[in-house]
């Protein structure tokens, strides 16, 4: 069966974690594919939390849905690969802050074009106005 096909059975809840999965692998390869220093798809998610930002990490552990331990275990990586520093906040010996280095902040604009490029494909194979139509109904507020 082809992925299509078996898409035409799933109701909306699968239907947009399929696509998501999707999107997100094809993303993460493109980028991965054409650069020496690999990012995953959730170390890509705390750098677009972070960017143009200096958060503590306590509320980037707010703000993102993966567990704390997990996101101290990503912060160490994007630190050892020299995307993000960590400092400690003014008058606060518990609190760190992150932020993107100069290498981290080049890297996500670089990853955000690849994106706005997967988009494009996408739009040119579903037409531009079914592409609005989309962006427009997922930014909707679903009363959920």
Request: charged share 30%.
């Amino acid at each position: 069966m082809t992925p299509d096909v078996e898409l035409q059975n799933l109701d909306l809840i699968d239907l947009l974690s399929e696509r998501h999965i999707a999107t997100r692998r094809i993303s993460e390869s493109a980028w991965n594919d054409a650069s020496e220093i690999h990012i995953s798809n959730s170390e890509w998610y705390i750098m677009a939390k972070i960017y143009k930002k200096q958060p503590t990490i306590a509320s980037v552990t707010k703000n993102v849905d993966i567990s704390r331990q997990a996101i101290h275990k990503f912060i160490k990586n994007l630190a050892a690969k020299g995307l993000v520093e960590v400092q400690n906040v003014e008058n606060n010996r518990k609190e760190k802050c992150i932020r993107l280095t100069a290498l981290g902040e080049e890297y996500y604009e670089k990853h955000e074009a690849l994106k706005i490029q997967l988009e494009n494909k996408i739009a040119e194979k579903i037409g531009k106005d079914q592409m609005k139509a989309l962006k427009d109904l997922l930014r909707a507020d679903w009363g959920i």
